[in-house]
């Protein structure tokens, strides 16, 4: 059960600043909304924000200091510059902790399969996060997955095998696959035909003529450089008288 708090420091967005120049001098333009907490536009400094996201990802509660003022919240929302992969919106969703809220649960692996080592099966991740419905203050950090027990290409692993803390209710079908292992995809191979050759002979004792163009082989006719057919000059000079 994860009861770590991170804490993060804001303060209300100057609206006379354009976020392009907010995120040229490393801020980040927010906003916090839900809960008890008034619709309210803020800033961050786009370093700590980045340290924050990595520690809580979007599943664990963040205490935004505002002015002084402490409010949990979720990230519900992060976007990112194409280009540089910085952090360039955050929305954060500000929680009442005596009401159930709904988020999603990364998932992590530990252990060996033996359908990967011994057979060299490949091991596919179906999906990467479960849904839950639970308080704020009892969100999993993560669920672990043992995957020594998928001994043969196709054995899967799905939520209902997940071990789940009792005040944490699973929203994700039972049956969904989260992990499987799949046979190795066999290599193609392409088999490439040689071009028959002046000389060749086939398996009935045939000879195989050349291509044409190949070494060997005779080269087309072509009309000599600069002749043309008499009968179609003389028409030429009866079509220009």
Not at 3 to 10: F, G, P, S, T
Not at 16 to 28: A, I
Not at 84 to 113: L, N
């Amino acid at each position: 059960m994860n009861k770590e708090v991170i804490a993060l420091a804001v303060s209300a967005r100057d609206k006379g600043v354009s976020p392009k120049n907010l995120r040229r001098v490393g801020t980040v333009p927010g906003v916090i909304y839900g809960g008890k907490a008034e619709n309210t536009s803020i800033q961050c400094s786009m370093k700590e924000l980045h340290n924050v996201y990595v520690k809580a990802g979007e599943n664990t509660l963040v205490e935004i200091d505002l002015g002084g003022k402490k409010i949990p919240c979720l990230i519900h929302a992060i976007s990112f510059d194409p280009v540089s992969d910085k952090e360039e919106h955050v929305d954060f969703y500000a929680v009442d902790m005596t009401k159930k809220v709904t988020t999603h649960v990364p998932v992590r692996v530990e252990g060996e399969s033996p359908a990967v080592k011994t057979l060299g099966g490949v091991l596919v991740t179906v999906h990467d996060e479960i849904e839950v419905t639970c308080l704020p203050s009892d969100i999993p950090a993560f669920f672990m997955i043992n995957i020594a027990k998928l001994d043969n290409f196709r054995d899967s692993i799905t939520v209902a095998s997940l071990t789940v803390p009792k005040d944490v209710v699973i929203k994700s079908p039972a049956d969904m696959v989260i992990l499987t292992v799949q046979e190795p995809r066999a290599e193609e191979v392409v088999e490439v035909v040689a071009a028959p050759v002046e000389g060749a002979v086939a398996a009935d004792g045939t000879a195989v003529p050349a291509a044409e163009g190949a070494p060997g082989s005779a080269p087309a006719a072509t009309a000599p450089a600069g002749k043309t057919d008499d009968k179609g000059a003389g028409k030429d000079k009866a079509a220009k008288k």
